[in-house]
């Protein structure tokens, strides 16, 4: 259970970094000295691409584990052989 709920947290705090950091890219893409450096929107829109694909996994993540916060005997009638759809 505390193992999880660490889990979770962590999940979630990486999140966190992985938006502001996204929120930073747009901003850096929008300014006029960046805007005009292909070199640098490229190397930017290829973190950003990253940090999406990351997002994606984290926000899977989190989810299940939300889900078994929620439903914490979820895991446990699986374990024990119960059919998914019996639940």
Same mark, same amino acid.
């Given at each position: 259970?505390?193992?999880? $709920? *660490? $889990?979770?947290?962590?999940? $979630? &705090? +990486?999140? &966190?970094?992985? /938006? =502001? =950091?996204?929120? &930073?890219?747009? !901003?850096?893409?929008?300014? #006029? /000295? ?8 490229? /190397?930017? +829109?290829? &973190? =950003?691409?990253? *940090?999406?694909?990351? !997002? %994606?996994? !984290?926000? @899977?993540?989190? /989810?299940?584990? %939300?889900?078994? @916060?929620?439903? #914490?005997?979820?895991? +446990? ?5 119960? #059919?998914?759809? !019996?639940?």
């Amino acid at each position: 259970q505390r193992k999880r $709920e *660490n $889990e979770l947290k962590k999940c $979630e &705090e +990486s999140i &966190e970094q992985l /938006e =502001r =950091r996204n929120t &930073e890219i747009d !901003l850096l893409m929008a300014s #006029p /000295e960046v805007c005009t450096d292909a070199a640098r929107l490229q /190397e930017l +829109s290829k &973190e =950003r691409g990253a *940090n999406d694909a990351k !997002l %994606s996994v !984290l926000y @899977e993540k989190w /989810e299940l584990l %939300s889900e078994y @916060e929620q439903f #914490p005997f979820y895991g +446990s009638a699986q374990q024990a052989g119960c #059919p998914v759809s !019996l639940l």
